[in-house]
Structure formats: structure tokens, C-alpha cells
């Protein structure tokens, strides 16, 4: 069982800048690519960021050269690092632990398996 656990979410003023961490307790934290995704009222959970067990990060559009996401492996925890942030980047961010490459797409929440509880990011125009 993997417990993910996020947090440094808040209010922030648009233009301004916030960084979520998450926390896992696998022992196996290393060895597994790890994402962010967002879900905004009423919409589907969408894929922000991804890193890889080996340091290699993707990224949606929506926040490519806005968004840095990171992990420490001794520390057990990635981070999502956000800048420039916009009203519509407002949503529950929630970190996961990729499962699996599916055939029909790689950052897609179904590749993931295991997910933590959320934190809210508001921000302000």
C-alpha cells in the first residue's frame, strides 16, 4: 500500500507563485514515475506533469515554461513548483504514482494507480 500525501496548496494572487510537495511512503518511491494532475469543478481530471524515476519530465501544454516538476528521492517526495499562475490554473492538484504505459496513452489518470488526497490551489484575479 502507497500513501501519497500532498500539500502547499493556498491563495495566491494571479502572476504569483506556489509549490506543492507529496509526500510517499513507499520504501519503493525511487523506482516509480511520479505525476501532478488538476481537477477543476465540473471538469475531468486533467494530466499537468510528469517525472520519471530517472529525472525526465513532461509536461501539458497548459503549463509547459510555467510549471517545474521535481523530485527527491531521499526525501521521498516530488514537487510541483508553479509560476506565473492564472485563474484558470485554480483546481485540486493531486500527485500519483504511475502504474502503467497504456497502449492508448501514456498521461492519461488510468496509468495511474495510486493517488493522493488532494490540495486546493486558488488564485485570485
Known amino acids: 500500500q502507497v500513501q501519497l500525501v500532498e500539500s502547499g496548496g493556498g491563495l495566491v494572487q494571479a502572476g504569483g507563485s506556489l509549490r506543492l510537495s507529496c509526500a510517499a511512503s513507499a520504501r519503493t ?15 475531468e481530471r486533467e494530466f499537468v506533469a510528469d517525472i520519471s524515476w530517472s529525472g525526465s519530465t513532461y509536461y501539458a501544454n497548459s503549463v509547459k515554461g510555467r510549471f517545474t516538476i521535481s523530485r527527491d528521492n531521499a526525501k521521498n517526495t516530488v514537487y510541483l513548483q508553479m509560476h506565473s499562475l492564472k485563474p484558470e490554473d485554480a483546481a485540486v492538484y493531486y500527485c500519483a504514482r504511475r502504474g502503467r504505459y497504456s497502449d492508448s496513452g501514456w498521461y492519461t489518470a488510468d496509468n495511474y494507480d495510486y493517488w493522493g488526497q488532494g490540495t486546493q490551489v486558488t488564485v485570485s484575479s
Do not use: A, E, N, V
Open 29 to 43: 518511491f525511487s523506482t516509480f514515475d511520479m505525476g501532478w494532475f488538476r481537477q477543476r469543478p465540473g471538469k
